[in-house]
C-alpha cells in the first residue's frame, strides 16, 4: 500500500511539473479511445440491430401466414404459368453462358477450417476423392416450382438442391431433400446486369451495407441444414468488390461456404471469399441456357470432359422439363463412365487438396 501511495505520489509531481504535456497527452489518449471505442461498440449494435430485424421481419411472416388461414391449393403448377413472374435464367436473352475451366489449377491451401465449421456439419458424406473424378451437379431455383423441384430431389444422388429463400414451407422442403441424401444451399437472388427481375429480397448495389447484411440475414433464416450459398443471377451485384466482402464477412463467422455462380466474368466472389477465408468453390458448367434435351445432353458430355481434365466439375442447371428429364437418363450412367456423383462439399474438399 506504502508502495502505490509513493507511485502515486511521485506521478502527480511529474504531472505537475509537466502539466502542458501532460493535458496534450490526455487529450490525445482520450481521443483514440473514443474514436476506436466508439466504432466498435457501433459495430456490436449495428450487428444486433440487424440480427433482430431479420428476426422481426421472419415473425412477421409467419403471423401473417398464419392470420391468412389454411394454405389454399396453388392455381398454377409451374413457375410458368404465373402471371408477370419473373423468368428464371442467369444469361441474358442470347448470350449463354460459356464453360469455364481452372487453369491452372487451383493453388492448394491448408486446411484452416476447423470440423465444427456449419459446411462441414451439414455436408453430405463423401469419402473418396482421388480415385475417380469428381462430378457435382447443383440444381438451382428449387422451391418455387413444387412439382418440379420434388421431380429434382427424387433423381439419384447425390447432388446439391439450392432452395430461394423466398419459397413456401422451406424448411418442410429442405428436409425432404436432404432424407433424399441431396446437399442443400441457399440460392441468393443478387442484382443482375441485365433487365431480369432477380425477385423479391435481392441483394442490390445501390443499398447501403447495413440493409445488404439485414436482407442477407432474413435469407439466411429462412431454412437451416444448407451448407452455404451461392448466387441466383447477381452479375452486377458480384462485381462489385465492397458489397461481396460484406456477403462473407456475413458467411465466415457462420462456418458456410461460397459457391460463385459465375453469372459474370467479372465476378469477384470466388477471390473475395479467398481473401477473406471463406471456403468457395465455382461453377464450371451451365446446363439449361438452351432449354431443349438435346442441348442438355450436349452440356452433360460437356460437364464428362472437363471432370476428367480438371478432376471435378461443377455444373449448374434448374428444375426445367428438359434438365430432369436428361438428367433422368444421364445419372444412372455416371459411375460406369468411371466418374463419382458427389456433392458440392466434396468438390470444396478436393480443390483445397483437404481430406
Known amino acids: 500500500m506504502d508502495r502505490l501511495r509513493s507511485r502515486f505520489a511521485g506521478l502527480s509531481a511529474w504531472v505537475a511539473r509537466h502539466r502542458w504535456p501532460s493535458i ?24 444486433r440491430g440487424s440480427e433482430r430485424v431479420a428476426r422481426d421481419t421472419l415473425e412477421d411472416m409467419k403471423r401473417s401466414a398464419a392470420a391468412t388461414g389454411p394454405a389454399v391449393a396453388p392455381k398454377y403448377a409451374r413457375i410458368e404459368e404465373l ?3 419473373p423468368k428464371y435464367t442467369e444469361a441474358e436473352p442470347g448470350k449463354p453462358m460459356p464453360t469455364l475451366e481452372e487453369k491452372p489449377p ?8 476447423q470440423a465444427e465449421q456449419t459446411w462441414r456439419r451439414n455436408a453430405v458424406p463423401f469419402r473418396d476423392l482421388r480415385s475417380k ?71 442490390m448495389v445501390s443499398m447501403p451495407d447495413v440493409e445488404v447484411r439485414q436482407k ?7 431454412f437451416g441444414g444448407y451448407v452455404g450459398i451461392n448466387n441466383h443471377m447477381g452479375s ?3 462485381a462489385n468488390r465492397a458489397d461481396m466482402e460484406v456477403v462473407m464477412r456475413q458467411l465466415k463467422p457462420r ?40 442441348a442438355v445432353r450436349r452440356k452433360l458430355a460437356e460437364t464428362e470432359a472437363v471432370a476428367r481434365r480438371q478432376g471435378f466439375v461443377v455444373a449448374i442447371g434448374h428444375p426445367h422439363e428438359s434438365t430432369l ?31
Do not use: C
Not at 442477407?216 to 429462412?222: G, H, K, Q, R
Not at 467479372?266 to 465455382?282: F, H, K, W, Y
Open 24 to 47: 496534450v497527452v490526455a487529450v490525445i489518449a482520450m481521443f483514440v479511445g473514443s474514436v476506436f471505442g466508439g466504432y466498435w461498440i457501433a459495430e456490436r449494435l449495428d450487428l
Open 106 to 113: 487451383v493453388k492448394k491451401v491448408a486446411a484452416t477450417f
Open 325 to 355: 428429364q436428361a438428367l433422368a437418363e444421364w445419372l444412372p450412367t455416371v459411375q460406369g463412365k468411371g466418374l463419382a456423383l458427389a456433392p458440392s462439399t466434396a468438390i470444396l474438399r478436393k480443390r483445397n487438396g483437404w481430406d
Open 216 to 222: 442477407l440475414l432474413i435469407a439466411l433464416e429462412s
Open 236 to 238: 452486377r451485384f458480384t
Open 255 to 294: 462456418g458456410l461456404m461460397f459457391l460463385d455462380s459465375r453469372t459474370s466474368p467479372q465476378s469477384v466472389g470466388d477471390q473475395t471469399a479467398q481473401e477473406i477465408g471463406v471456403p468457395s468453390i465455382v461453377r464450371h458448367v451451365f446446363l439449361d441456357d438452351e432449354d431443349s434435351v438435346e
Open 83 to 85: 402471371p408477370d413472374f
Open 133 to 203: 473424378p469428381l462430378v457435382a451437379i447443383v440444381i438451382d431455383d428449387v422451391g418455387l416450382d413444387r412439382a418440379r423441384s420434388k421431380r429434382a430431389w427424387e433423381l439419384p444422388g447425390p447432388m446439391t438442391m439450392s432452395f430461394l429463400p423466398y419459397a413456401r414451407d422451406l424448411p418442410e422442403q429442405a428436409r425432404a431433400a436432404r432424407a433424399r441424401g441431396h446437399e442443400l444451399m441457399l440460392h441468393m437472388p443478387m442484382e443482375p446486369s441485365g433487365r431480369n427481375d432477380p425477385g423479391p429480397g435481392a441483394l
